[in-house]
């Protein structure tokens, strides 16, 4: 297969060196066909995990805070998730590994994120339980690094894997799409939910679109849509430990804790066409170079 472009997204210093070290590892899976499968596998677990860097650490957090942040503390578990946030996204940038172009995406993150936030809890849509001075409203000021974490992923994977796009619709078209989206999230408070509409015009726009990308050395594609789906699936994955966490909750779980309703998952999916299309205005869609 042809590689994605002639010059490969260049790698942050600590990717080459983990790429270095994994070199030994490739040379013996090399041995054999099988080897060569598994160790492609085991580079896109790899590459994953380290595109949800900022995530997982937010998601740590989380879940650290709710079992030992001690009580009595005078400084607010919520306060200190926002403390501990803004120390994350510094340190990423000041050890490279993150760059401040995908900063600046996160930053649209946050405040697209904390705009939806400050609306969902006013029409009671879930819940921030606990008090904090680090806040606008009812909504903590770490709420933001959550949608803050979707941006970081989308960013990172689109470099750490050099995604390259085939039949990837016009990105006017997409950026219509992920208007109507986010409009219909405050809109159908008071009119008719059209997301249903909104899926099928996805499922048009989007229908014969492929990612393409490098888990290890050969490319591989994958339907658009179904990368849409599965990420959406791993945030709500994330979003069921974050109320275990009781770091918000929704109406249903102020007596107990039970898990995120799958109507969520619809939600995360439409989610993550706004997430596409803003970090696609930043890093604009490249087409898959064909074999010349």
């Not at 042809?2 to 600590?14: G, V």
């Not at 689109?158 to 809109?187: E, G, Q």
């Not at 994955?237 to 007596?255: K, V």
Request: aromatic share 16%; glycine share 6%; charged share 15%.
């Amino acid at each position: 297969m042809a590689p994605a472009s002639d010059s490969p997204t260049p790698r942050l210093p600590l990717e080459a060196w983990g790429r270095r070290l994994l070199a030994a590892a490739q040379a013996r899976a090399d041995r054999s066909q099988v080897g060569r499968w598994a160790f492609e596998f085991l580079m896109f677990g790899i590459k994953q995990a380290w595109a949800c860097l900022f995530g997982g650490l937010m998601l740590a957090l989380l879940l650290g805070t709710f079992l030992f942040y001690p009580d009595g503390s005078p400084l607010a578990r919520y306060d200190f998730l926002v403390i501990g946030a803004v120390a994350i996204q510094a340190a990423m940038l000041l050890l490279k590994l993150e760059t401040w172009e995908e900063a600046r995406v996160i930053l649209v993150f946050h405040i697209v994120g904390t705009i939806m936030e400050l609306f969902k809890t006013a029409a009671g849509s879930w819940i921030y339980p606990e008090p904090s001075l680090l806040r606008i409203g009812e909504v903590p000021l770490f709420s933001g690094f959550m949608y803050a974490a979707v941006g970081s992923y989308i960013a990172r994977i689109w470099r750490i894997f050099d995604i390259r796009f085939s039949h990837y619709p016009p990105v006017w078209m997409t950026v219509v799409l992920a208007t109507a989206i986010y409009v219909n999230f405050f809109a159908h408070h008071w009119i008719w939910d059209f997301r249903w509409l909104l899926f099928a015009a996805t499922a048009l726009l989007f229908w014969r679109a492929r990612f393409h990308f490098t888990p290890d050395r050969e490319r591989r594609w994958m339907p658009v849509l179904l990368g849409f789906l599965l990420v959406a699936l791993f945030i709500w994955f994330a979003e069921n430990l974050g109320t275990l966490s009781r770091a918000w909750i929704y109406p249903d779980q102020a007596d107990g804790w039970s898990p995120v309703s799958l109507a969520k998952l619809g939600s995360w999916f439409l989610l993550m066409i706004i997430s596409v299309v803003l970090v696609s205005l930043v890093h604009r869609p490249e087409p898959e170079m064909t074999p010349k």
